[in-house]
């Protein structure tokens, strides 16, 4: 094992597949580089069951490192306690997402647009369009 990989901390993030604030925490992880696990709340209510347990609450994005868990995050909050804790040092790179905010208008118009696709033919989903 490397010097990195035994320093690399363990990362698993438990995101919604469309969120401006999931996608902040990815952000995070691709601006510092590191490899974590993605466990995808909607697309799998297990991991929703799972992070629930966890972190004690329902919100997300709820990311573990190292055995910390952090619920209901940023990706701003995140990267201040991986610095806070040593685990990365500040880089003034800029994230290529935003790190602090929930999803715009068009986001949340995708992500029905993408569901009702998705649903066609099923019943007992609803999905509105505005």
């Not at 993030?13 to 469309?18: A, F, P």
């Not at 629930?52 to 952090?70: A, D, F, R, T, W």
């Not at 306690?81 to 905010?101: N, R, T, Y």
């Amino acid at each position: 094992m490397s010097e990195s990989e035994s320093t690399s901390p363990k990362i698993t993030c438990y995101l919604k597949t469309y969120c401006g604030w999931s996608e902040g925490v990815r952000a995070i992880m691709r601006k510092y580089e590191l490899d974590y696990e993605e466990k995808d709340i909607i697309a799998n209510p297990a991991f929703r069951w799972e992070m629930e347990q966890k972190s004690g609450q329902p919100l997300s994005p709820c990311v573990e490192i190292n055995g910390n868990m952090l619920p209901d995050v940023s990706g701003e909050e995140v990267e201040a306690w991986m610095v806070e804790k040593g685990l990365v040092a500040v880089s003034e790179a800029e994230p290529d997402a935003p790190i602090d905010s929930s999803c715009s208008p068009e986001q949340h118009e995708a992500q029905a647009r993408a569901e009702a696709e998705g649903q066609e033919g099923a019943s007992g989903k609803i999905v509105f369009l505005d």
